[in-house]
Every structure is written in structure tokens, then in C-alpha cells.
């Protein structure tokens, strides 16, 4: 199938793919770990035998990799029991196609792995949209950001948040996002991230649930 966004460097993309017929895709906390690891490590020209670095190393070990230069700019991401998002900036011809490439066919091949099943794991092809504006890529941000509150309220897109509180004691908890990063949490995973491409006043503001919102219903009208 003939991709209708063309991939163009110096552009920002939203990527985003879900289970085949709505599966979970990730089943338990090794699942989300191990995408987590494949978004960093597969994340470059040369190619990465992980398998081979599992062997002799813990997953976590992975972020002590050195890399060379990134095929994309990852700023945000949110892994979701069936589906994942991912705002990325390409850095090079060709990048998010190859980038894409290995992430999904080694999450794929590892998950088919682990519990015994053959065929497609996720929809293909992965959907992408242009980031065009400033307005739309603080919704992106914030959706991407803000995904997570569904597990704990399904109708928030529609309903609203709710208790603000609630749902940002929650994202801070919630380690398959890069919301850690964004509230100034420092760990091993934030390597998956190149905040040199994100914009000044995303790292500087204290990012509160009320500034999600704003940006959410500016780019909705």
C-alpha cells in the first residue's frame, strides 16, 4: 500500500500503530520495557543485534550503548496495552521509514517469540501524520501525553480529565511515556529522547494539566 504522507527531513511527524484487530501488544511490564529499549537502540543508521546483547547484559543495560548519529528525533512517545504514538523529527532521508522498520519487525518477531503465535502483530502500515503548525504540534504533544489517562478513564476525550489531580499523580507513575521527562524526571529511558529539538518554553514551563488542556482545545477550536 502506497504511503500518502511523504517523509520529508526537517519535518515533524505523529506516528502512531495499534494491535491487529485491536490486540494488546504489550501483555506485561518485560513487554513495554523491551519496545522501550528497541526506540533507543533501533534508533540508528547502523544495524543492532539485540538478541546477541541480551545474551550477556540486562535489558536496562542497553541505554549505556553508545549510538551514532539518530536516523530520528524521538521528543515524545506513549506505549498503550494496544497501541503506541510517537513524535518524532526526521533527521535524514529516509529515516522514519527505516527507523519504523526495525522497531516493528524486531517488537514483532519478539513478542511472536514469546508467546508462540505467528502472523502480523500490527496494522500495517503504521499511520503517520504531518505536523504542520505550532498549534497542532502542542495538541499532538499533549494527546500523546495525556493518552494514558484513558486507562483510568475511559471517556476522558470526551467527558474531560476530571479531577486534574488524579490524572496527573497517575501520569507520573505511568513509566511507558515520556511525561517523566517533561515533569524533569531524570532516568536511564530518557536517552530515547533528543530535547534538542524540542521547543525552549516545553522545557522550561512547568507543564501542569491546565497547559495540556489549553493546547488540546486551541488546536479543537
Known sequence: MERKIKFVPGEYYHLYSRGVEKRKIFLNTKDYERFMALLYVMNQPESFHFTNFLKKN?????????KNKSLVSILSYTLMPNHFHILVYENKEGGISKFMSRLLTAYSMYFNTKYKRSGPLLTHPFRSQHISNEAQYLWIFSYIHLNPIGIIKKDFKINGIGNKNIATDFLKFYK??????????????????????????????????????????????
Do not use: A, C, H, V
Open 58 to 66: 540486562k535489558i536496562g543495560e542497553i541505554f549505556n550503548e553508545p
Open 176 to 221: 511507558y511515556s515520556s511525561f517523566f521527562e517533561y515533569k524533569g524526571i531524570d532516568r536511564l529511558e530518557s536517552k530515547i529522547l533528543d530535547l534538542s529539538m524540542t521547543p525552549d518554553y516545553l522545557l522550561k514551563d512547568e507543564l501542569s494539566m491546565e497547559k495540556y488542556n489549553e493546547w488540546l482545545k486551541i488546536y479543537q477550536g
